[in-house]
């Protein structure tokens, strides 16, 4: 929630490898919790190219807050992935 509220990188271990997120938003689904969040780990072919993934919490490990800050991805919407999924916490 810190990393959402002041706009900070995190990094975590996901799936066995280590990733650095750049988390938008935090929802609820059927009682789970999960971020939308820019994998800055990725190679992304183009800006433009780049979109939020989802990422269950209880599939995070070991996380951390960075100090690097990120900006927004320009198209970024404070909606939910889906209509039936609660907001949490957006930036």
């Given at each position: ?14 799936n ?53 800050r ?17 907001l949490?916490?957006?930036?």
């Amino acid at each position: 929630m810190e990393a959402i509220a002041r706009k900070r990188a995190i990094v975590a271990r996901y799936n066995g490898s280590e990733i650095k997120l750049a988390p938008h938003l935090m929802f609820e689904r059927r009682g789970d919790l999960f971020v939308s969040a820019l994998n800055m780990s990725k190679d992304w072919r183009t800006d433009d190219e780049r979109k939020l993934g989802q990422f269950k919490l209880a599939g995070l490990g070991g996380t951390a807050l960075l100090d690097e800050r990120f900006e927004p991805l320009p198209s970024f919407d404070a909606a939910t992935p889906r209509s039936d999924d609660t907001l949490i916490l957006a930036i």
